[in-house]
């Protein structure tokens, strides 16, 4: 558990400077305060479930990456190609094998959508 905590800080401070911010503007961006956010780069507290799913839909992670992957790590090892449509960019990460990869993505969301499934019925909320 504490591997994943330390990859949850790492993967916060991460996706937070690659899209250039600084941590008041968090407030902005998702509605937590500089001091909330440091804590949670820091892994002194954690955010609650919509907490958690904010954050994942902002930076375009899946639940599961954010908080048991490194993802500076498994980004430093893929290989991202660049395309230009109408005057922007995108890059995309580049699959060597495709389908299977395809597959796993979605086999992954599926398993993130019936644990969100249980977690709504066992909710009271």
Same mark, same amino acid.
């Given at each position: 558990?504490?591997? @994943? &905590? ?8 991460? #996706?937070? *400077? ?11 961006? #998702?509605?937590?305060? !500089? ?16 907490? #958690?799913? *904010? ?7 899946? &639940? +599961?990456? #954010? ?6 790590? *498994? !980004? ?12 922007? @960019? ?24 019936? &644990?969100?499934? +249980?977690? !709504? ?5």
């Amino acid at each position: 558990m504490e591997q @994943s &905590l330390n990859c949850f800080g790492r993967n916060l401070q991460f #996706l937070r *400077k690659e899209k250039k911010l600084k941590q008041h503007q968090m407030h902005e961006n #998702l509605g937590f305060s !500089r001091t909330t956010w440091s804590n949670y780069e820091q892994c002194r507290t954690s955010p609650s479930l919509d907490g #958690l799913i *904010k954050i994942s839909k902002f930076f375009g992670v899946s &639940l +599961d990456e #954010l908080i048991a992957e490194d993802i500076e790590q *498994k !980004r430093d090892n893929r290989r991202y190609k660049r395309y230009g449509y109408n005057d922007s @960019s995108s890059i995309v990460e580049e699959c060597p094998d495709g389908f299977e990869y395809l597959k796993s993505r979605i086999d992954r969301l599926e398993s993130e959508i019936q &644990l969100l499934k +249980d977690a !709504r019925v066992e909710s009271p909320f």
